[in-house]
């Protein structure tokens, strides 16, 4: 009733999304309430997991309030939307994130320390959303983050894995990997919502049909049928007023095609489809760059596509009806890589199949919805399906890719008559013995806008992946540099910086980046720096203790804390930096005053458990540890410490007692990182190539600040023109020479001669593909340069300061308002 409202404005105190009451008193009431009558249980008996989840409770009060305000908002003004299509979305933990959007962590840090609890230590109770692999689904969940924060209409759709990314084990310095089970006891973010569920058809065969005014009709009579049960987490922006949806699909068995089995008696056997139907959502496949080409995962990325595509398209038609005409006014759709983009014939099948428009039409509409984002060069990561695979699994969609190819191909015959092998290259469909549907031509072909993820690399995407098509379309193919949430990536993982930060500069940088500047007039303010160095320092203490609980490692936190953290790769060339180690180790042995600063090297890195390689070179970076760290001679400068199970909780761990940043990938490899701007934003100076995004912080942070080496894109090139031979640099450098063979000795492996030799092959015989060796020299150097400046305190807390200062452009604000700016053209909605 009106007369409730107005009670209700009344005791609300501050301008939040919420209009449930604010106070530290009331948010004490909010939590026991829900301790009581949410968790049954109470305050003597309450266990840490118990408050975090009444603490939960409380919290998601005011973040539905904000979730039901802006879909009222959105449904009113009738909003040209995005939609983010992603396989994955690496969200991490949400406690300290909504606490911080919301504006309500310090009040609810008293309330609970009047309770006699400790936030932070509730909030290590909550399991990490790991439905990503690594950079592609942080960056998603950056993104989402963003674009509520903007205002800005948008919905992020994927998948509800039962199983994220895997939990890494390290067992006599092996990876085990061991299923996640983030959601055993609930997550208490989501909401189910079985009034939005969606039926996906697969399998099958296509029926031909001719209609009347010769029209010919296909009709899909699938095989299966599969539901499609969306489960929601609010996206609460900072400041608190737009709180959009991340809206994940889980797969269910259908009952459609069971009741005959079920009617007979077959109970127990109607289960087993059920099996295989559930099985869709199970489990988030751990491969980083090379695709697995299986069955399970073509359908994966059909069903959360196709579940969300009937999604949009029941919203649109609730506002619009069957005028098709103003659909792609309303909707963009990004795809985050190739993943989702059997989008793309999913939605000519609708328009054509099910809502009967012609093909001009409809393929008019569907090549103005659609924009796609590259995320990589390396060809072996370039999806592709069997066309026979593709036949099976979605007959129709392989019909509607031939047909988007067979016009696709007369456009190319008019820009280049007569040329086959451009056709060839250009084509959806690559010829051979096994045919191969090509996800990333088809991608560029059914979208208006291609982007990159760094200046380079989007450069590299015109020039060496898809130049034939940027001749054809020159305006499709642009850049939109990455970013990161300053919101998680500073205010809430490294809390003591940012109130310092806010003591200088004021509180407002977290949403107005480029404020950082103002810091740099204090980068030469002795107390400042003291105050800088003394946080970052604090920050090591925390982080050596839970080096200790974690491996049993002791850490001196006055060490330089060199810091690599990142999937485990060749190309990020984790082995380049551990024969640094290794050349490190040597020298400290012939000469035990070899001149140089502690130093402890921290890796954090899984391995694809199919990836044997990157599975040796974690093994040796163990080995090598376990030496170094048990040997009296040298372990009071240098230690090596792999943390296992790397992921977003303990990224916001390591990242703010960083004093180094590795980023080693070969030029020309490396799409973006983002760890890089990160850590550079926490006050870690990059050792780095220039490769991705390190090129634009170098800019930004100017030469002097930051520790470039080795190969340039170009000269990495030029050598693979010349001739590339990695026994160059192996027979004339003592030292380099030195540490490779070492790895074929037992000295790391008592007892195992040879347990280490696949990596001293892999960078010889094996013809060293990442041009480690080439760039070993120039990366010693630059380590020799980073030392050197540790060892003058105030020069590099100067440094460290202006790295922070000099992070404005990487917030991912500024990369969705290019997004907005140069694709999207999206229209912000305020929230009440
Ligand atoms: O995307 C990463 C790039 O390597 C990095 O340079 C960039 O900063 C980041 C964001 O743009 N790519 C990445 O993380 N890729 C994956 O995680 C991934 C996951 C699955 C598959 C391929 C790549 N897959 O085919 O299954």
Same mark, same amino acid.
């Given at each position: 009733?009106?007369?409730?409202?107005?009670?209700?404005?009344?005791?609300?105190?501050?301008?939040?999304?919420?209009? #449930?009451?604010?106070?530290?008193?009331?948010?004490?009431?909010?939590?026991?309430?829900?301790?009581?009558?949410?968790?049954?249980?109470?305050?003597?008996?309450?266990?840490?997991?118990?408050?975090?989840?009444?603490?939960?409770?409380?919290?998601?009060?005011?973040?539905?309030?904000?979730?039901?305000?802006?879909?009222?908002?959105?449904?009113?003004?009738?909003?040209?939307?995005?939609?983010?299509?992603?396989?994955?979305?690496?969200?991490?933990?949400?406690?300290?994130?909504?606490?911080?959007?919301?504006?309500?962590?310090?009040? +609810?840090?008293?309330?609970?320390?009047?309770?006699?609890?400790?936030?932070?230590?509730?909030?290590?109770?909550?399991?990490?959303?790991?439905? &990503?692999?690594?950079?592609?689904?942080?960056?998603?969940?950056?993104?989402?983050?963003?674009?509520?924060?903007?205002?800005?209409?948008?919905?992020?759709?994927?998948?509800?894995?039962?199983?994220?990314?895997?939990?890494? *084990?390290?067992?006599?310095?092996?990876?085990?990997?061991?299923?996640?089970?983030?959601?055993? %006891?609930?997550?208490? @973010? *989501?909401?189910?919502?079985?009034?939005?569920?969606?039926?996906?058809?697969?399998?099958?065969?296509?029926?031909?049909?001719?209609?009347?005014?010769?029209?010919?009709?296909?009709? @899909?009579?699938?095989?299966?049928?599969?539901?499609?049960?969306?489960?929601?987490?609010?996206?609460?922006?900072?400041?608190?007023?737009?709180?959009?949806?991340?809206?994940?699909?889980?797969?269910?068995?259908?009952?459609?095609?069971?009741?005959?089995?079920?009617?007979?008696?077959?109970?127990?056997?109607?289960?087993?489809?059920?099996?295989?139907?559930?099985?869709?959502?199970?489990?988030?496949?751990?491969?980083?760059?090379?695709?697995?080409?299986?069955?399970?995962?073509?359908?994966?990325?059909?069903?959360?596509?196709?579940?969300?595509?009937?999604?949009?398209?029941?919203? %649109?038609?609730?506002?619009?009806?069957?005028? @098709?005409?103003?659909?792609?006014?309303?909707?963009?759709?990004?795809?985050?890589? +190739?993943?989702?983009?059997?989008?793309?014939?999913?939605?000519?099948?609708?328009?054509?199949?099910?809502?009967?428009?012609?093909?001009?039409?409809?393929?008019?509409?569907?090549?103005?919805?659609?924009?796609?984002?590259?995320?990589?060069?390396?060809?072996?990561?370039?999806?592709?399906?069997?066309?026979?695979?593709?036949?099976?699994?979605?007959?129709?969609?392989?019909?509607?890719?031939?047909?988007?190819?067979?016009?696709?191909?007369?456009?190319?015959?008019?820009?280049?008559?007569?040329?086959?092998?451009?056709?060839?290259?250009?084509?959806?469909?690559?010829?051979?013995?096994?045919?191969?549907?090509?996800?990333?031509?088809?991608?560029?072909?059914?979208?208006?806008?291609?982007?990159?993820?760094?200046?380079?690399?989007?450069?590299?995407?015109?020039?060496?992946?898809?130049?034939?098509?940027?001749?054809?379309?020159?305006?499709?193919?642009?850049?939109?540099?990455?970013?990161?949430?300053?919101?998680?990536?500073?205010?809430?993982?490294?809390?003591?910086?940012?109130?310092?930060?806010?003591?200088?500069? &004021?509180?407002?940088?977290?949403?107005?980046?480029?404020?950082?500047?103002?810091?740099?007039?204090?980068?030469?303010?002795?107390?400042?720096?003291?105050?800088?160095?003394?946080?970052?320092?604090?920050?090591?203490?925390?982080?050596?203790?839970?080096?200790?609980?974690?491996?049993?490692?002791?850490?001196?936190?006055?060490?330089?804390?060199?810091?690599?953290?990142?999937?485990?790769?060749?190309?990020?060339?984790?082995?380049?930096?551990?024969? %640094?180690?290794?050349?490190?180790?040597?020298?400290?042995?012939?000469?035990?005053?070899?001149?140089?600063?502690?130093?402890?090297?921290?890796? &954090?890195?899984?391995?694809?458990?199919?990836?044997?390689?990157?599975?040796?070179?974690?093994?040796?970076?163990?080995?090598?540890?376990?030496?170094?760290?048990?040997?009296?001679?040298?372990?009071?400068?240098?230690?090596?410490?792999?943390?296992?199970?790397?992921?977003?909780?303990?990224?916001?761990?390591?990242?703010?007692?960083?004093?180094?940043?590795?980023?080693?990938?070969?030029?020309?490899?490396?799409?973006?990182? +983002?760890?890089?701007?990160?850590?550079?934003?926490?006050?870690?100076?990059? #050792?780095?190539?220039?490769?991705?995004?390190?090129?634009?912080?170098?800019?930004?942070?100017?030469?002097?600040?930051?520790?470039?080496?080795?190969?340039?894109?170009?000269?990495?090139?030029?050598?693979?023109?010349?001739?590339?031979?990695?026994?160059?640099?192996?027979?004339?450098?003592?030292?380099?020479?030195? #540490?490779?063979? @070492?790895?074929?000795?037992? %000295?790391?492996?008592?007892?195992?001669?040879?347990?280490?030799?696949?990596?001293?092959?892999?960078?010889?015989? &094996?013809?060293?593909?990442?041009?480690?060796?080439?760039?070993?020299?120039?990366?010693?150097?630059?380590?020799?340069?980073?030392?050197?400046?540790?060892?003058?305190?105030?020069?590099?807390?100067?440094?460290?300061?202006?790295?922070?200062?000099?992070?404005?452009?990487?917030?991912?604000?500024?990369?969705?308002?290019?997004?907005?700016?140069?694709?999207?053209?999206?229209?912000?909605?305020?929230?009440?």
């Amino acid at each position: 009733s009106p007369k409730r409202t107005t009670v209700k404005q009344k005791t609300s105190k501050t301008a939040s999304a919420s209009s #449930v009451p604010l106070s530290k008193a009331d948010l004490k009431a909010s939590i026991v309430k829900h301790l009581h009558c949410s968790l049954g249980t109470d305050e003597n008996k309450a266990n840490n997991h118990a408050w975090w989840k009444a603490t939960c409770a409380s919290v998601q009060e005011h973040v539905l309030e904000g979730l039901r305000k802006t879909q009222k908002s959105h449904y009113l003004n009738d909003t040209r939307a995005v939609h983010y299509f992603s396989a994955e979305f690496l969200m991490g933990r949400l406690m300290s994130n909504n606490l911080h959007n919301l504006g309500l962590f310090d009040a +609810t840090e008293k309330a609970l320390n009047e309770l006699g609890v400790n936030l932070t230590d509730i909030m290590e109770e909550e399991p990490d959303m790991a439905l &990503g692999n690594g950079g592609l689904g942080r960056l998603a969940a950056c993104f989402i983050d963003s674009l509520a924060t903007l205002d800005l209409p948008a919905v992020g759709y994927g998948l509800h894995y039962e199983h994220g990314l895997f939990r890494q *084990e390290i067992k006599n310095g092996e990876q085990i990997e061991r299923p996640d089970s983030w959601r055993d %006891y609930g997550n208490p @973010w *989501e909401i189910c919502r079985p009034e939005s569920i969606q039926d996906i058809p697969l399998f099958g065969y296509v029926e031909t049909k001719y209609g009347e005014n010769g029209r010919i009709n296909k009709e @899909w009579h699938p095989g299966l049928i599969v539901k499609g049960l969306p489960w929601d987490i609010p996206v609460v922006g900072y400041g608190g007023k737009t709180v959009n949806v991340l809206r994940l699909w889980q797969s269910q068995a259908s009952d459609y095609f069971n009741w005959d089995v079920f009617n007979a008696g077959g109970y127990v056997d109607a289960q087993k489809e059920n099996v295989q139907a559930e099985t869709i959502s199970k489990v988030l496949y751990p491969n980083d760059e090379t695709d697995a080409g299986k069955d399970l995962r073509l359908i994966q990325q059909y069903f959360f596509s196709a579940c969300s595509l009937k999604d949009i398209i029941r919203r %649109y038609k609730r506002a619009h009806g069957d005028d @098709w005409s103003r659909f792609s006014d309303q909707v963009v759709i990004q795809l985050n890589d +190739t993943h989702p983009a059997v989008a793309i014939p999913e939605l000519m099948r609708i328009l054509i199949d099910r809502a009967e428009l012609d093909w001009d039409y409809a393929w008019s509409i569907c090549s103005k919805t659609f924009a796609y984002t590259n995320h990589t060069l390396l060809p072996e990561a370039l999806e592709k399906w069997p066309a026979r695979m593709f036949e099976r699994i979605l007959p129709r969609h392989l019909e509607i890719i031939y047909e988007i190819n067979r016009r696709f191909m007369d456009e190319v015959e008019a820009v280049w008559p007569g040329d086959n092998d451009i056709k060839r290259k250009l084509s959806i469909i690559e010829e051979g013995p096994d045919k191969m549907v090509r996800m990333g031509n088809l991608s560029v072909i059914g979208s208006f806008a291609v982007n990159g993820v760094a200046e380079i690399h989007s450069e590299l995407v015109k020039k060496d992946l898809f130049p034939e098509f940027n001749h054809m379309w020159p305006n499709k193919l642009t850049n939109v540099t990455n970013g990161i949430t300053p919101r998680r990536w500073l205010k809430a993982c490294n809390p003591a910086l940012s109130k310092l930060i806010d003591s200088k500069i &004021g509180a407002d940088w977290p949403l107005n980046l480029d404020k950082l500047q103002g810091l740099t007039e204090f980068a030469d303010d002795a107390k400042f720096k003291k105050q800088f160095m003394k946080i970052k320092r604090d920050n090591k203490v925390q982080l050596a203790k839970e080096v200790l609980a974690l491996t049993g490692v002791e850490i001196d936190p006055d060490a330089i804390f060199d810091v690599q953290i990142k999937r485990l790769h060749e190309y990020k060339r984790q082995h380049l930096n551990l024969l %640094y180690i290794m050349a490190l180790y040597r020298r400290l042995l012939e000469n035990p005053n070899y001149d140089m600063h502690p130093r402890v090297f921290l890796f &954090g890195a899984k391995a694809a458990p199919g990836y044997k390689l990157a599975k040796d070179i974690i093994y040796a970076i163990n080995k090598v540890a376990e030496k170094i760290n048990n040997d009296a001679r040298v372990n009071h400068k240098l230690k090596v410490v792999f943390l296992p199970n790397y992921r977003v909780s303990l990224a916001e761990k390591m990242i703010p007692a960083a004093d180094i940043s590795e980023q080693i990938s070969t030029a020309g490899k490396e799409a973006s990182g +983002t760890g890089n701007m990160k850590l550079s934003l926490n006050g870690a100076l990059t #050792v780095g190539t220039l490769d991705g995004a390190n090129i634009e912080i170098a800019e930004e942070v100017g030469d002097e600040n930051i520790f470039i080496f080795g190969l340039t894109v170009d000269e990495v090139e030029a050598l693979d023109k010349k001739g590339y031979n990695p026994f160059d640099y192996y027979d004339n450098n003592r030292e380099l020479k030195a #540490v490779l063979d @070492w790895l074929d000795s037992d %000295y790391f492996t008592p007892g195992k001669p040879g347990a280490l030799s696949s990596l001293k092959r892999s960078m010889l015989e &094996g013809g060293d593909q990442y041009k480690v060796l080439a760039d070993f020299v120039s990366y010693s150097e630059a380590q020799s340069l980073a030392d050197k400046a540790y060892k003058d305190a105030d020069k590099w807390a100067r440094m460290a300061i202006l790295n922070t200062a000099q992070m404005g452009k990487f917030t991912s604000d500024r990369s969705i308002k290019d997004y907005v700016k140069r694709i999207w053209k999206l229209d912000p909605c305020k929230v009440e």
